[in-house]
């Protein structure tokens, strides 16, 4: 299996530096659902180097920043699935970002304890919901716009 986030179509990426990358997830669990990715092939947080951690971090600021103005989300569930007992599918470590708001589910409580329970995912085998969650093109352009700066920018260099 070719690597989707090692080599990604343009049609996913919001924002790209020299170690991370911003992408659009192609299963959303809610619109403007983004993944923030190493360049670099790894699969573990292990394997990352203390750079690529520390850019991981501020590309998870970003993103939240970034949808935080587009699309004004109430709050965020942000994590990684690390292993495949872990339910990681892509073997390359990748942190969800997943915007939420007030109501958009009936029982948000137990955030990332949910994980653990033996439940089947209803956004992956309900097409019809991921592909609801998608963003149609004026908002991703609006997102990719608001992406126009690079991460260093973040803290105040130039």
């Not at 990604?8 to 299963?27: A, T």
């Not at 590309?59 to 007992?85: C, H, Q, T, W, Y």
């Not at 995912?121 to 969650?133: P, Y």
Request: charged content about 30%; glycine content about 8%; hydrophobic content about 35%.
């Amino acid at each position: 299996m070719e690597c989707p986030f090692c080599n990604p179509s343009d049609e996913v990426i919001l924002y790209e530096d020299g170690l991370i990358r911003i992408l659009l997830d192609s299963y959303p669990a809610s619109r403007g659902h983004l993944l923030v990715v190493p360049k670099r092939h790894v699969e573990s947080w292990e394997e990352l180097t203390e750079e690529e951690k520390t850019a991981l971090v501020k590309g998870i600021e970003l993103a939240m920043k970034k949808l935080r103005e587009v699309l004004k989300p109430d709050a965020f569930n942000v994590g990684m699935n690390l292993g495949s007992a872990a339910g990681q599918t892509v073997p390359h470590l990748h942190v969800h970002v997943i915007p939420r708001w007030e109501g958009d589910c009936a029982h948000p409580r137990g955030g990332v304890r949910k994980a653990v329970l033996d439940l089947e995912d209803e956004n992956l085998s309900m097409r019809g919901r991921w592909e609801g969650n998608r963003l149609n093109k004026g908002e991703i352009e609006r997102l990719r716009g608001a992406f126009n700066r690079p991460l260093h920018a973040l803290e105040g260099e130039t």
